[in-house]
DNA sequence: AATGAATGAGAGTTCATTCAT
DNA sequence: TATGAATGAACTCTCATTCAT
């Protein structure tokens, strides 16, 4: 309920929210118990009263904290990139990277409807004002096609999250349990991706390249298969 | 716990479901109780057992079923379409429309990663499994670009999903609260989401609009947002 | 919550009732536990939320109940008087016999203020309503003096809730516990108090003992039930 | 737990008890928690175990301190009295006065039947010796009937109590619910009880009065019920 | 087929109290 | 003297599920 006023109280707290994040990655929300957690941080149980309202109280302030590390992630992904495509394709680098660390926000964010609408609409909504934004500069400058940003930052967000939840989260093994090393997304399915979202937006890059005739998927570093070349390559032939 | 062998168990387990889907919608999964259910379907709780064999057996049967309904409309409104381009558009109306009328999937199945894993999995595989076929076809005959149909299957799925959850679910207001009456998406957003949509698989008669530049947005009539109009130039060459 | 629907929810709720009764004066409202009263009543804990829908309730249903029975035996107790100083006597003696016998209305009732004003509040006023329309109407033949029937109502409630607690309820002992046989009003005292009410009161038969300087105590033996024949004989006599 | 021994520690335990007051006034013992307390206090929750062992010590300790104040106005406001027909009146109108200022005493005791048997009986008890006291020397002097002290003092202590609850506590509404400004008792109420004690007490200027059939009670203002002119007849003759 | 009473484990939360600083 | 973090037992209440009728 109220900020630690010693350095003893923000470990406490500290520890409350990285045992709180963990159990509810593993048993989400609705099944993680307070004593679940205040064991897993080895505090008593009325410890917990001491920094969080509530169970509610404490959902909120992880989901703030864990979207506010995303974005921040997702941002210095884009940074990184040279030019309008690198940077889209980093910043999705980056969410998918964040969601396999972080398994908990994601998972939360899905089971939040009912628990907090408040908190789950305020998480997609700073994600997709960061999208919307620099879709908005991005076509101010013709580096993408003259799409409507805000639909296509909905569209964006959708994207990154079913493919994050179908390659990042989910097991490989197909009998739905959840498997405990989350992978992160595989070269060519990331590529894959990336493209149908450059051919969404009409990203410059992508159309260049399809112009040129350049094979565009050299220009990232850490592609592990082989299997990826091919991924944009027919955008020319299409047009 | 088993199939009901008269017409009066079948009217009772039909009046569960019905009065579980209710209540889902409006309280969630988690939430719902049994007791809640019964009572909104004016049976005795005993009566349940009759027929599921515990909560997570209901669930599944619902979602089941209210995922064999909406690909069937989706299929249906797929069907309508003249080209393929029609039928991605008339796909998504009806998914729109579905979510419309049974929210009560929407947000269960958000829920569900927890609740039943294996019911989360089905739900989505199915519905990516109907766009992976129509896009394998649709690829085979030259209709859409050369996209990986399962990656593509899995990113249209993320934006209809979020697009239904936008502007499908969520109340217009910014309370944070759902409001009663859910709306279908406005009809700009939809044009320039099947256009986002269109543009990224390279749908034949989209890509041909993008080149001539016409405007087909005069088919149909209640487009509000000026960003809106090269969106789905192709139609007008299709009709 | 809801009312019983069969004999056998009915005999449940009954012992419920019973073991608060018992609980609560034993050891007060809000030292009850709800674990305690089921136990005592030999239900599981849930079985108390099928009757009650919390222990407020429980605690106003409780209250209402002894309040219409202690109010039924004080009226009982004044209809059998031959005279309005009988009457009083005889509403007195039910009501410190009914709280030797339920002491938890009485104890409950003074931990009422923070618990359920209402409650409390109905309860008094119950009680009050019933001396004040006696008084009112021997006011108005002339049995006692021209007294405010809804002071002295208060009045008289005072008089009997002190002298129930101090007499009735308190042990012997002076060490300050509570022994397990509540003591009905001796004789000697309860006659002091009789007779005081009626000097209050204007009592006509307590007046005219005044007058011819009678002592009106010395009428009546230390027998507490079957004496009382004699108790206010001399009122004919005086008048 | 031990006494003060510096200013600053005499300063911190007064303002706990002023703390502790106000918040038992507001909601009693059971609902009062210590963190309430301290927090109103504006000191830690650790000073408090420095100047109480317990809550039920911190409960003792008001209690003994509100019962040895309204006991001092009790015992002023008597010797303020001309006569004993006028100590009775002063008394009484101290009490009440106190219990206006002072819900916390009223309110606290009432609740204390299962938190401090000791302290709620020697709060009465105190309060009663100091009645009896006054009455056996008074009628001693002859100045009120032959009463028995004990009994009489103990149905004094009821009526001030039920009447101070009812004029002095309840708020005037309705509704239940306490209000903040406690009003003291009415006048003509005041005056009705007054005279009622008297009465029953054979007050000697009461009883002359009463044979005179004088009407004093012109004496103070605000007097509005017509039932109330004979009450205190004895004040006339005695001024 | 249907009822509704009964169960009991387990949830979130509060609170008087202790203790290291 | 004063702080505030920490404790853990105990509380009220909910719920999926079972069972006698």
Do not use: C
């Amino acid at each position: 309920m109220n900020q630690p006023r010693t350095k003893r109280g923000e470990q406490t707290k500290a520890k409350l929210l990285a045992a709180a994040e963990a159990v509810f990655a593993e048993q989400g929300y609705q099944a993680a118990s307070i004593s679940r957690i205040t064991e897993r941080a080895r505090v008593a149980q009325g410890t917990f009263y001491l920094y969080f309202s509530s169970k509610l109280d404490l959902f909120e302030q992880l989901v703030d904290d864990l979207n506010r590390r995303v974005r921040k992630a997702m941002s210095d992904g884009a940074a990184r990139g040279a030019n309008r495509a690198e940077a889209e394709r980093e910043g999705f680098r980056e969410f998918f990277a964040f969601t396999a660390e972080h398994p908990a926000l994601y998972r939360v964010v899905r089971e939040a409807e009912y628990v907090s609408p408040g908190a789950m609409r305020r998480h997609y909504e700073r994600i997709v004002e960061g999208y919307r934004d620099g879709l908005t500069r991005a076509r101010a400058a013709g580096e993408i096609g003259d799409v409507d940003p805000e639909v296509a930052a909905w569209a964006l967000m959708g994207v990154g999250e079913m493919i994050g939840m179908r390659y990042v989260l989910w097991p490989t093994g197909d009998d739905g349990a959840f498997g405990s090393g989350a992978t992160p997304v595989p070269d060519d399915v990331f590529d894959e991706m990336v493209a149908f979202v450059q051919r969404a937006l009409g990203t410059a890059a992508s159309t260049a390249a399809a112009a040129t005739g350049q094979d565009p998927t050299t220009q990232h570093s850490t592609s592990q298969h082989s299997t990826t070349e091919r991924a944009t390559a027919h955008v020319k032939e299409d047009s």
